[in-house]
């Protein structure tokens, strides 16, 4: 078995290949160096390289928190491929192998926007309105698309996002309700239990990795 996950060296995708690498004989694991979502050549030549797999992880390194106002037409077009076309011609170049999987790794603010992740909400649910089509396109092929929705996890990503307000992880985890941060390899389990246990009765659905924190009811 095959798989590859985007954006592998650090954060959530380290945790979901490291535990893929539990069961799969080969896992693919690039960081922004060999693979740049934003760099659409880059993205072609990857899929040249890797035609097939039976586990397909889309991840990237997430854009930056800005205000609506702030965000430029380069800014747009940047996490347009990012975190949106990118996805597309990888999805059209690389077959998934019949009883296969795709996890998109998005984030809770697709169900709840927040205010300054403008470039994430709009991008994540465009991708995952796609992937939604592309689960009822595969149902005869038995391929499985699940929506990962991370809300605050420790990783280098909360990190930056903290600093910027002038707050250590220390600090957003005191702010927390739960007191504590997702911790990323949960969501590594959880993949290589969903691909190990060969689960197929979820598909097409969002599962929030949240701790609890949202507030909507589907
Ligand atoms: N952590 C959270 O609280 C949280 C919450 C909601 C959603 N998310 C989303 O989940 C995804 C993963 O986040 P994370 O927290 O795991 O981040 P992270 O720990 O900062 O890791 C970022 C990963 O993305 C890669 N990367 C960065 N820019 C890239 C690009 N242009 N093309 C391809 N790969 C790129 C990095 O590769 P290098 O090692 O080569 O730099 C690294 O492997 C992001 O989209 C993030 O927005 C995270």
Redesign the pocket.
């Known amino acids: 078995m095959k798989a590859i996950v ?9 945790s979901v290949a490291n535990a893929l690498t539990e069961i799969c004989d080969e896992v693919v694991a690039p ?3 060999i ?4 760099d659409l050549a880059n993205v072609k030549d990857f899929a040249k390289g890797n035609p097939l797999a039976d586990v397909l992880v889309l ?5 930056p928190a800005m205000p609506f106002d702030s965000i430029t037409e380069e800014d747009w077009v940047k996490y347009f491929n ?1 975190l949106f076309l990118s996805f597309m011609l990888l999805l059209k170049e690389i077959k998934i192998n019949d009883n296969g999987y795709v996890f998109l ?5 697709i169900k709840e926007p927040a205010d300054n992740l403008i470039l ?1 909400n709009s991008y994540r649910i465009a991708s995952w309105s796609v992937l939604k089509s592309l689960s009822k396109r595969d149902l005869k092929r038995n391929v499985t698309y699940l929506n990962i929705a ?4 420790q ?4 990190k ?2 903290a600093q910027k307000d002038g707050k250590t992880l220390e600090e957003v985890a005191a702010n927390l309700p739960t007191k504590r941060i997702s911790d ?1 390899d949960e969501i590594g389990k959880f993949v290589k239990s969903i691909v190990e246990h060969k689960i197929k009765a979820i598909n097409g659905v969002s599962i929030n990795f949240d701790m609890g924190l949202s507030n909507s009811i589907l």
Do not use: H, V
């Open positions: 985007l954006a592998g060296t650090r954060g959530i995708g380290k960081g922004r160096s693979l740049d979502t934003s991840n990237t390194g997430g854009p990012q790794i998005s984030s809770f603010n994430s991370p809300g605050p996890t990783t280098d990503r909360l930056e996002l990323p």
